[in-house]
């Protein structure tokens, strides 16, 4: 089925520091997502992303939506303890109700 | 806004007994919902598509007489394990789309871990 490559797959990183993470596929997606789960809970929505190009920002986040529609970036500025989780991107493709997940990227930050 | 629940957050069961999950949208009507399977250290596995008032969707490899997915109003799905057996034990989680067409956006609840002994 379709598959999302995400990477990293892991970050460890200095509190402070900035983070960058990213999902290509060789599919175009009509949207974008961007998800952040904490240990036994449920992910929960960063981002959304609606148009090829789309630049948007929540806070600290910055997540694109790549031109070519087949790629997307999420960006992390001055990182804190509590971005400390799982990301995940996932991908809707045209016509579908279901998301494609990527694998996760699991940031840990040093103190 | 956007808000999904799940009840129960956690259940231990015993092998044989089934184990009904309920997801709801609490501030927003949902057409579809979905179920996830979701393993240590793993990526979510979609389980299946819930479409209010129409049978569910599985995806392959899910037996949907095991995974019993009931959409009975626009705000509750209910997911029933039937027959659990340790097999069975995971975090499930249940996911609401708010929106139409290309604004649709998937809003997760807190997952339910199940352990069956």
Known sequence: ?111 | GAVVSQHPSWVICKSGTSVKIECRSLDFQATTMFWYRQFPKQSLMLMATSNEGSKATYEQGVEKDKFLINHASLTLSTLTVTSAHPEDSSFYICSATEGAGRRETQYFGPGTRLLVL
């Open chain 1, 1 to 111: 089925g379709q598959q999302l490559n995400q990477s990293p797959q892991s970050m460890f990183i200095q509190e402070g520091e900035d983070v960058s993470m990213n999902c290509t596929s060789s599919s175009i997606f009509n949207t974008w997502l961007w998800y952040k789960q904490d240990p036994g809970e449920g992910p929960v929505l960063l981002i959304a992303l609606y148009k090829a190009g789309e630049l948007t920002s929540n806070g600290r986040l910055t997540a694109q939506f790549g031109i070519t529609r087949k790629d997307s970036f999420l960006n992390i500025s001055a990182s804190i303890p509590s971005d400390v989780g799982i990301y995940f991107c996932a991908g809707q493709l045209t016509g579908a109700q279901k998301l494609v997940f990527g694998q996760g990227t699991r940031l840990t930050i040093n103190p």
